[in-house]
């Protein structure tokens, strides 16, 4: 087996257990609640010691939101791969269904993810912060969509926050509805709201 097959095998490993990991702290978190749940209580769920749970996450906060590190750039390899002569901003809207596959795959496990972060100061602030991270992807991609070789434009920055924040009041009232209403519908409505006319 070459080193690359080696490296692959080792990544997928990895990824595998990493998802473990945050399934259960997950769970714990649900059923007695972020701030009481310590690394040492994560660990001991997992079958773990705390220093191998720490090699997977830093802190608690990334246990249960490391799906969202790799979100950003595949919405934006999705915006990249939108058909050129579509407008930006329809572009993002459909770039941001790879963001909303989970609520697809998993509606109420997603709806329990969404409550948990929102209940959770430093989880809500986390996972802001996380998808600030986005912008830099999607405003890159825009910029590369409109055939820019220089850094992306500041139109190109105000689309792709504005688009997020599109994203964060759809799924805020999703999750008000206890996900009685249409998320799809919900995003398309928030895009409506501000496109151009």
Known sequence: MSAAGRTSTRDIARAAVRAELGQVAFELFRR???EKVTLDDLAAAAGVSRSTFLRYFGTKEDAVLSAFDAKGERVADALRTRPAD??????????LDTAIEPYHQDPDGSLAMTRLVRDTPAL??????????????????????????????????????????????????????????????LL??????????
């Open 86 to 95: 579509e407008d930006d901003w329809t572009a993002l809207r459909c770039a």
């Open 124 to 185: 809500c602030a986390r996972q802001l912060e996380k998808q600030h991270g986005w912008r830099p992807a999607l405003a890159r991609a825009l910029a590369e969509r409109a055939g820019f070789a220089e850094p992306p434009a500041l139109g190109h920055w105000v689309r792709a926050s504005a688009a997020l924040d599109c994203l964060n009041v759809a799924v805020d009232h999703w999750t008000d509805s206890d996900g009685r209403l249409d998320l799809v519908s």
């Open 188 to 197: 398309d409505e928030a895009f409506a709201a501000l496109a151009p006319r």
């Open 32 to 34: 007695e609640g972020f």
